[in-house]
Every structure is written in structure tokens, then in C-alpha cells.
């Protein structure tokens, strides 16, 4: 066989895993929407309407894709290969000389495009839209009692600030008072407030209440937000790559047991997002083995039940050994990578074998 016909094979394989990763990865991403919209629909109300839960699924669902991509990526290939096998090409590359482990690697190329493209366009777009959405779905909910969530309190000065979260230079469901002589001169409620420069601005929309008789009434008041504040458990998994990488040398040098089991928390989500695609890369090796031993002559059907089973233990495995290393204060980067190591001797083993 000729090189121009191999490299067209080539290219017909990567084209091919792409497809399929997108396909399934859509079909993921609108089966999630579909039960989200669902749990969102029990909490519709007369400020948070159909309209707004529709909104939040929507904008949403494009930042919730990067749970699946690893899954859908690792199906995507194996049902390329599958079909390639069942149609010939496989054999015809393999008499071409060209060994198991390329023609899987080639396969692979087109969903680590996928992962490439979903992650650059995560930290471009699609987080910060997700945040937003989640701010405005929050600051709807908590106009019914029912749905309040856990509001942060900092002190600056002889003032207090309560609010819900954080988002670039935004504080949403705020609540400020100002004391004066240690006693409470007045309260701020906003659903929204802007600071920077260690001011914090209040909206139009904000309510003012006074404990004493002349209320000077301020739009702008100094406050200083420690950065700790700014983040919390909850939010760790939608900062971006360089806020994780900016609190992770913020709290580098810290000896407070607090800070260094946050800190370990930040290296558990930003180890596995830069290792998302070598650590896809060697799951998909992993289980492409399988094509040429014992998934060769199965259905369609085994292969796509080996892929989805395949994919969420490898990830329980990773969640579990980061935590491990959490617990005993060890390198957290050693128990992301560590399931990845133990896949890729494994693949070694099994390629040998073929």
C-alpha cells in the first residue's frame, strides 16, 4: 500500500473519532441539560420564570460539556475503531506495517482536538458565561426564602460585608454594614455591587437602611476584599487555569493548616485540567488495545458498555487517589497523575501482547 493511501486512512480515522466524540459528546451535554431543566422547573417561581431557568440550562450547558469530553472522547474512538475494524480497515493498515499502538494514537488525534478545543474555549468563554448564569440564577432564587444559600461575612475596618459570591470584579446578594463607634450606623442590600480599588460600589437598585437619625448616604464605600474571600470550595471547579494557578502560588507559602488543605483542593482541579488531554490520551490507548484482543469480535453495543464503564472508574480512581493525597497531606500532583501511570504500564503490557 502506498504512503498517499495510508496517509488517507490516516486522516479518514482522525476525521472519523472526531465526529463521533461531538456527536456523543452534544448527546451527554443535552441529556444533562434535559435533567437539569427538569430540577430547575421544581424551583420556577414568580421571579424565577420558565424563561430565566431556559436561559441558565442554555448558557450553561457549553461550560457542563468539559464533565463529559474525557468520556465522550474515549467512546468516540472506540466506536471509530470499532467500525473501522468491522469494515477492514484496521487489517489493511496492520498488512500496511503500521502497528496497533499508531493506529489507535492516529484515532485518538481527533478527540484530543475536542479536549484541546473545549478546554481553550472553556477558559475564553464558556466558564465565565456559566458563572454569570449561576450569579443570576442565585440572585433570583434568593428573593424567595426558601432558596437562600450560604452568605460569606468579612470584616474591613469598622465595616462588614456579607455576600453570596464572587465573579471577576462583581459581588452578587451583598449585604454591608457600617459601624461607627461600635454601634450600627447603617445597612446596605444589593443584589449586585462592583469594587475594585478597594471600593466597593453599590447599584441603584441597592436598599438603604439607617440606624440614626441623619443617614449620609454613600454609593461608594472602602472596603478591602482579602483574596482568600474571593474563593470558595464550591467555585474551585470553575476558575480558570491562570486564577487557579494565581491562588495556588498566593497560598504557596502559608503555613496555616486551613490554607494548605484549600491550597491542595486548587492543585487537585488545576492538575487535572492541564493533564486532562495526556491523561485522555493514555485511557484511550488503554482501552484501544481492547479493539485487537478481547473486544475485537464483540458488538458494537460491549464496546460502547466497556467505554462508559471504563471512563467513569478511571475518573472515581483519580477522584479518589487525589483525595487520598489530600488526606495525608501529600503531593497532590503524584494522586492525579498516579491512575494515568498505572494505565500507561498497563498499556504497555497489553500492546506487547498483541
Not at 53 to 67: A, E, R
Not at 295 to 302: K, V
Not at 324 to 345: A, K, Q, R
Amino acid at each position: 500500500m502506498g504512503a498517499r493511501m495510508i496517509k488517507i486512512f490516516n486522516k479518514y480515522l482522525i476525521k472519523r473519532s472526531l465526529y463521533f466524540s461531538l456527536s456523543i459528546l452534544l448527546i451527554f451535554g443535552l441529556l444533562d441539560s434535559i435533567f437539569i431543566l427538569i430540577s430547575e422547573l421544581e424551583k420556577s417561581s414568580s421571579n424565577y420564570t420558565f424563561f430565566h431557568i431556559f436561559k441558565y440550562v442554555t448558557f450553561s450547558m457549553p461550560h457542563n460539556l468539559l464533565d463529559f469530553v474525557q468520556g465522550a472522547c474515549l467512546l468516540g474512538v472506540m466506536l471509530s475503531l470499532g467500525i473501522s475494524h468491522e469494515e477492514g480497515n484496521i487489517n489493511v493498515l496492520r498488512s500496511a506495517g503500521k502497528s496497533p499502538l499508531m493506529i489507535v494514537f492516529t484515532s485518538s488525534i481527533g478527540a484530543l482536538i475536542l479536549i484541546l478545543s473545549m478546554l481553550s474555549l472553556d477558559e475564553l468563554g464558556f466558564r465565565k458565561l456559566y458563572v454569570n448564569q449561576e450569579a443570576e440564577r442565585n440572585i433570583l432564587l434568593n428573593k424567595e426564602a426558601d432558596y437562600r444559600n450560604e452568605i460569606n461575612w468579612i470584616k474591613s475596618g469598622d465595616s462588614f460585608l456579607g455576600f453570596e459570591s464572587v465573579v471577576d470584579d462583581k459581588i452578587f446578594n451583598v449585604n454591608f454594614i457600617k459601624v461607627k463607634d461600635k454601634q450600627v450606623i447603617y445597612s446596605v442590600k444589593s443584589d449586585v455591587a462592583t469594587f475594585g480599588n478597594n471600593e466597593i460600589i453599590f447599584n441603584n437598585g441597592s436598599i438603604y437602611k439607617t440606624f440614626t437619625e441623619n443617614l449620609d448616604k454613600k454609593n461608594t464605600e472602602s472596603f478591602e476584599i482579602p483574596i482568600q474571600s474571593k474563593i470558595t470550595f464550591n467555585n474551585i471547579k470553575h476558575l480558570g487555569v491562570p486564577e487557579l494557578n494565581f491562588y495556588r502560588q498566593i497560598l504557596n507559602d502559608s503555613t496555616t493548616k486551613k490554607d494548605i488543605l484549600f491550597k491542595s483542593h486548587i492543585d487537585k482541579f488545576f492538575y487535572s485540567k492541564i493533564l486532562l488531554p495526556i491523561s485522555s490520551l493514555i485511557l484511550i490507548l488503554f482501552f484501544g488495545s481492547f479493539i485487537f484482543t478481547s473486544l475485537r469480535d464483540s458488538s458494537i453495543g460491549n464496546r460502547v458498555v466497556v467505554s462508559v464503564i471504563g471512563a467513569f472508574i478511571y475518573q472515581l480512581i483519580q477522584d479518589l487517589s487525589s483525595d487520598v493525597f489530600i488526606s495525608y497531606g501529600l503531593t497532590v500532583m503524584f494522586g492525579v497523575i498516579l491512575p494515568s501511570l498505572m494505565l500507561l504500564v498497563a498499556s504497555m503490557v497489553s500492546y506487547k501482547r498483541i
